[in-house]
């Protein structure tokens, strides 16, 4: 009878996950599996099943974690090497995903998905090594160097928009979304133009940008964005397009995912060279060439220019601010706090930020953290840097003599989110991420006055029927089966 019981709740539980699966609803799904490997820890299924949730919440240390327990209860569970490959490649640990696939092919040989992955991850690892290579033979010359803007010839059948005398105005940028708008792409030799351009404003910046507003301005912050062009426009619609009265921040993860990210960042690009002193871009986790591989932004920039036009991309990347401090009140960063107490400002001012980050560190941190409704430290949910709970919010603040800290990096159901006693919060701008997520994106008002946090939130717009990770890694792709 007990067997019984068991058979039936087990039916019920798999169709509420399937019904989870099936609505997007991930959170439940997470929640519906660690209730049924409470009840039976022993079960490779439920292990794989909730990892493949934690795969479409992006929390792939929680990921690989749960598909390293499957099979560590059963090493014959092939999903289980699935998922800790699928998680491996999110996580930019090639090498070990490789030794996943392998592992399938040689269970499996006639399996021409299997064979694809493998041999599409073991292109990557070869790649990586002769990077490696390369890199360690001489100092790496700037593609800048190695371009003639000025021999570039515009066609006259070209009828889009032109920098004015080599520079950025409003017209042209104005007629640059429009372009984009109707998804129409913006000759060469005007996004080199920009990309050198704004390589070269970036560059002169300090890893911590540090302003003041005064009384009567107000600054708007933007969270993640990632290639979802239409509702960048639809920002502007709502909150004004920028300008010397109207300032911005964009706090991050501008490319990846969303298959409009060159469009998005030449226009956040744009603004930034027409508005040097109004328009901030902070670096997120996305600027980065592991997370471009795998994520689309590279595969985009080479289907609709070229190889050496992403190599540029990853270059003046490398030069975005890390942090920005407002009124020496506020902080704002992509990710979050640090995994060491005891980090303040004039540290975040030294750090060498003209790289791809490292593995652990401030640098790291500030891209990669999240919060945590519990004191003290946790192994972070993403594999990378940790999680940090309100005390050591309260401590940073206090050390540093701030009020709060505003990051993006997470999806929010309403779009933002107050954190730890109000001291910690959330921006996200890309509404109905990766056109599935179903949340609202928000955007936060900051006035000099009080810089109390005003939010305005939105939903998301139509956009042309181009999916989500369309030009993303195939193993991205396909790897969430």
């Not at 040689?106 to 064979?115: I, T």
């Not at 979802?228 to 911005?248: A, C, M, R, V, W």
Request: proline residues 4%.
């Amino acid at each position: 009878r007990l067997n019984n019981i068991m058979s039936k709740w087990t039916e019920r539980l798999n169709t509420k996950c399937d019904v989870c699966f099936s609505d997007k609803d991930y959170e439940n799904a997470i929640k519906y599996y660690s209730e049924a490997l409470e009840v039976n820890p022993s079960n490779a299924i439920y292990y794989s099943n909730r990892s493949l949730a934690y795969l479409r919440t992006e929390c792939y240390g929680y990921a690989l974690a749960d598909a390293t327990k499957a099979l560590e209860i059963d090493k014959n569970y092939i999903k289980g090497y699935y998922r800790r490959a699928t998680s491996n490649m999110a996580l930019g640990k090639f090498k070990a995903a490789l030794k996943d696939y392998e592992t399938v092919v040689r269970v499996r040989p006639n399996d021409k998905d299997a064979k694809m992955k493998y041999q599409e991850c073991n292109k990557i690892v070869k790649q990586k090594a002769f990077e490696r290579a390369i890199a360690s033979d001489e100092i790496k010359k700037s593609v800048v160097d190695s371009l003639d803007i000025e021999s570039m010839t515009i066609e006259d059948d070209y009828e889009g928009p032109k920098l004015e005398d080599g520079k950025v105005t409003l017209r042209f940028m104005k007629e640059m979304m429009d372009w984009f708008k109707d998804q129409k792409k913006l000759h060469r030799k005007c996004a080199y133009q920009i990309l050198v351009q704004v390589k070269d404003v970036l560059s002169k910046l300090p890893s911590l940008v540090e302003i003041t507003l005064k009384e009567t301005e107000k600054i708007t912050i933007c969270g993640d964005t990632h290639g979802q062009y239409y509702d960048l426009l639809n920002i502007f619609k709502l909150n004004g397009l920028p300008s010397e009265t109207n300032p911005y921040l964009f706090n991050g993860d501008f490319v990846d995912r969303g298959s409009f990210s060159l469009e998005v960042i030449l226009t956040l690009f744009g603004f930034k060279l027409l508005y040097p002193d109004h328009f901030y871009l902070l670096r997120g986790n996305h600027e980065t060439d592991n997370m471009n591989q795998m994520y689309g932004f590279e595969g985009e920039v080479k289907a609709k220019y070229t190889a050496q036009m992403f190599q540029l991309f990853s270059e003046v990347f490398q030069w975005l601010p890390l942090a920005q401090c407002i009124n020496s009140k506020v902080l704002v960063m992509h990710g979050g706090l640090f995994s060491e107490d005891g980090v303040t400002l004039d540290d975040l001012r030294k750090i060498d930020r003209n790289r791809q980050p490292p593995d652990s560190g401030p640098m790291c941190d500030l891209l990669w953290s999240d919060p945590q409704p519990q004191n003290g430290r946790s192994v972070s949910k993403r594999g990378v840097s940790c999680q940090f709970g309100p005390d050591v919010t309260e401590r940073f603040l206090e050390q540093n003599k701030l009020d709060f800290v505003v990051r993006s990096h997470e999806v929010k159901a309403e779009g933002y989110e107050v954190t730890h006693s109000g001291k910690c919060i959330t921006v996200f701008s890309a509404p109905n991420y990766c056109d599935q997520m179903g949340n609202k994106g928000a955007y936060i008002h900051l006035r000099g006055s009080d810089l109390k946090p005003e939010f305005h939130q939105f939903t998301a717009v139509p956009h042309p029927n181009v999916k989500p990770m369309a030009y993303a890694n195939t193993l991205m792709q396909m790897g969430m089966m």
